[in-house]
């Protein structure tokens, strides 16, 4: 999982698996951010979850928040090649704080 | 569209140089925020602004200046460059919700 001063963690898998990102915070937040990035841009988000949402789908993604352990997770299913990316959970509704991210690598 | 515009894009200054990089934003959100960004470290606040005016200091403030003219441009400067402020510079602007994110000013100081 992801966050603090861990290093970047860095998953790789075959096209068509599913695939599983945690992260865990260290202050109260009410909305947990996930966001990707490809090489040389801009991170860009790809779901938000509040604290009264607990899990949201968006296309074959799916984020869980646990505000009792402080963690949330981001799922991908089925990944596809354009999948591959490092992706990051951030906390806070204005001020972000940012996870050291997940690199995944998606072979075809 | 919404967008956040960096520039320059990429730059290489000097040690002791002064350095300013720029952001422009057609969103009209009042919230701006420069983030860097190194490997292992992930996105680290520097400086962010609640509208034109304000600035205010994030997590790693040390060693840079902001400036919010206006509702549209916000600037990160670093006044006396050092080699440690080598890093990958994004910009990104937002209110409720996600801030959307410019594309990165890349920053070598030799």
């Known amino acids: 999982s992801q966050w603090g001063e861990e290093n970047l963690q860095a998953l790789s898998i075959q096209e068509g698996e599913d695939v599983t990102m945690n992260c865990s915070y260290k202050?109260?937040?009410?909305?947990v951010h996930w966001y990707r990035q490809d090489s040389g841009r801009g991170p860009a988000l790809i779901i938000l979850?509040?604290?009264?949402?607990r899990e949201k789908r968006s296309g074959r993604l799916r984020a869980t928040l646990d505000t009792s352990s402080q963690s949330s997770s981001l799922s991908i299913t089925a990944a596809q090649c354009e999948d591959t990316a490092v992706y990051f959970c951030?906390?806070?509704?204005?001020?972000?704080?940012f996870g050291t991210g997940t690199s995944l690598l998606v072979d075809p | 569209e919404a967008a956040v515009t960096q520039s320059p894009r990429n730059k290489v200054a000097v040690t002791g140089g002064k350095v300013t990089l720029s952001c422009n934003q057609t969103n009209n959100h009042n919230n701006m925020y420069w983030y860097r960004q190194d490997t292992g470290h992930g996105l680290r606040l520097i400086h962010y602004?609640?509208?034109?005016?304000?600035?205010e200091k994030g997590d790693i403030p040390d060693g840079y200046k902001a400036s919010r003219p206006s509702q549209e441009n916000f600037s990160l400067i670093l006044e006396l460059a050092t080699p440690s402020q080598t890093s990958v510079y994004f910009c990104a602007s937002g209110d409720m919700g996600a801030p959307l994110f410019g594309e990165g000013t890349r920053l070598s100081v030799l």
């Open positions: 951030a906390t806070d509704e204005y001020k972000l704080t």
């Open positions: 979850i509040r604290s009264n949402e």
């Open positions: 602004s609640y509208g034109a005016g304000s600035t």
């Open positions: 202050t109260y937040t009410t909305v």
